[in-house]
């Protein structure tokens, strides 16, 4: 290839890229933002919500594994049984967000009845009483203790069994149900916490494609991550008037294929260089979590607030595959322009001045329609029957038609233009018949 030539393939492909991007950045704005994770409607787990979970184990550096998780199918535990003194007085859920309730007072048969002597009583034809609880300190006092000191730490320790309980029947139906409902499971992080333009922002910046298995024996529910590479989420931040979206995302993939160590959402250091780029070019208050929280150990989220503040927690949660076939073409076309070490004349075409000087067309003989009155490379250049090709036109043409049909034989494209009515979408018609009967392949778009 002559300098001349790498010169032009230079420009062609800068060009493409360009148009490409633009059609990258409309097919952007079509895109309804997520930018909350509750917008998924499905399962979500944070850092901060799995200390000291029982029955889930995460990757630490002390005890590394290929698996980031490990959860374990537990069973619900029941509350201690209070006292007998109690039985008649309290109302008891198994539920331990619902607190025992003390019951006011209590109906009681006289036969059953031992305290009717020292308790006041309202003694009817029926022979039964009611016990008011006023009337009786001893059962005020054992319930009091009993939530104290039974029910009170029970409760807070099946909280976290419950929260285990739940992680586990969600990754369960994951699992059994990804395929079909075009599901994934992700772990974010670095997450954005920002309040712009009233709407509250809680999304991770980078994310990563986890798989679930489920083992028959154990019952172990284990997450890996895949071989796909992780990616950047901040394509919604274009709707927030976040400027140069499109350059900080192509810089943050960049740095994401170059990095020597694979990301981790429990090494932040694995990622932190990534966050510190992002929370300085979102917006100019930006700020990174972990610089301004002093305490690492640390991690809860931030408030959202009116400065965009990035964290290096993660969260791990289900979504909606992405099936943006139209974005993924696109990356693909501008990933293959790049590489190319050639492209189609037709591409140079569309993107770069067109010529000043008139190239003269050769006409082409086409069989038998000198006969209808038509002008071809037969009538003015000689040339007999055995030289002539086939003109597949199965409607009525015309000799514009004709000449067409001979340019888009010799030239890498053309332009035809017509007011309404006039036979472009009869010339199209023709046209496609004419190249797929000479086995030529015809990609037809409209809009």
């Not at 010169?7 to 493409?16: F, H």
């Not at 997520?34 to 919500?49: L, R, T």
């Not at 990622?271 to 700020?287: P, T």
């Amino acid at each position: 290839m002559s300098n001349v030539e790498s010169d032009r393939l230079g420009i062609i492909k800068e060009n493409l890229g360009h148009v490409f991007t633009y059609l990258e950045n409309l097919e952007r704005l079509d895109r309804k933002p997520v930018f909350d994770i509750s917008s998924h409607k499905a399962m979500a787990v944070y850092e901060h919500q799995t200390i000291d979970l029982p029955g889930v184990d995460c990757w630490s550096d002390e005890n590394p594994a290929e698996a980031w998780f490990r959860i374990k199918r537990l069973h619900p535990t029941y509350p201690p049984s209070p006292p007998d003194i109690l039985n008649d007085w309290i109302d008891l859920n198994k539920n331990p967000y619902k607190s025992p309730v003390l019951r006011q007072t209590i109906v009681v048969s006289t036969s059953n009845s031992t305290e009717s002597k020292e308790i006041t009583a309202l003694q009817d034809e029926n022979s039964t009483i009611v016990l008011n609880i006023d009337d009786a300190p001893d059962i005020q006092d054992a319930f009091d203790e009993y939530v104290e000191n039974q029910w009170t730490p029970w409760s807070e320790n099946e909280k976290l069994r419950r929260f285990t309980i739940g992680m586990y029947e969600d990754l369960f139906r994951f699992q059994h149900h990804s395929t079909e409902q075009v599901l994934e499971l992700v772990v974010g992080m670095g997450i954005l916490r920002w309040k712009n333009q009233g709407a509250n922002i809680n999304y991770p910046l980078i994310t990563k494609t986890i798989e679930a298995v489920l083992d028959p024996e154990s019952k172990t529910i284990t997450i890996y991550p895949t071989d796909r590479a992780p990616k950047s989420e901040i394509e919604f931040l274009q709707h927030f008037n976040v400027s140069n979206i499109a350059d900080i995302e192509e810089h943050v993939n960049a740095l994401l294929m170059d990095m020597e160590t694979e990301i981790n959402p429990f090494l932040p250091q694995s990622f932190k260089s990534l966050l510190h780029y992002l929370s300085a070019n979102i917006d100019s208050k930006g700020v990174f979590y972990p610089d301004i929280n002093k305490n690492l150990s640390d991690r809860n989220l931030p408030n959202i607030g009116p400065n965009p503040a990035v964290t290096d927690t993660w969260v791990l949660f289900v979504r909606q595959r992405k099936t943006n076939f139209i974005a993924e073409d696109i990356k693909r076309i501008k990933t293959y322009i790049v590489d190319a070490e050639s492209l189609p004349a037709s591409c140079g075409i569309l993107v770069t001045e067109p010529e000043d000087v008139i190239v003269e067309r050769q006409k082409i003989h086409y069989r038998g329609i000198s006969s209808l009155g038509f002008e071809s490379w037969a009538s003015g250049s000689g040339g007999g029957e055995k030289d002539a090709e086939n003109l597949y036109f199965p409607k009525p043409f015309n000799q514009e038609q004709v000449s067409i049909a001979e340019r888009l034989e010799q030239a890498d494209g053309m332009v035809v233009q017509g007011p309404p009515g006039t036979g472009k979408t009869h010339t199209i018609a023709n046209i496609i018949s004419h190249f797929l009967a000479n086995g030529k392949r015809v990609l037809v778009t409209s809009q």
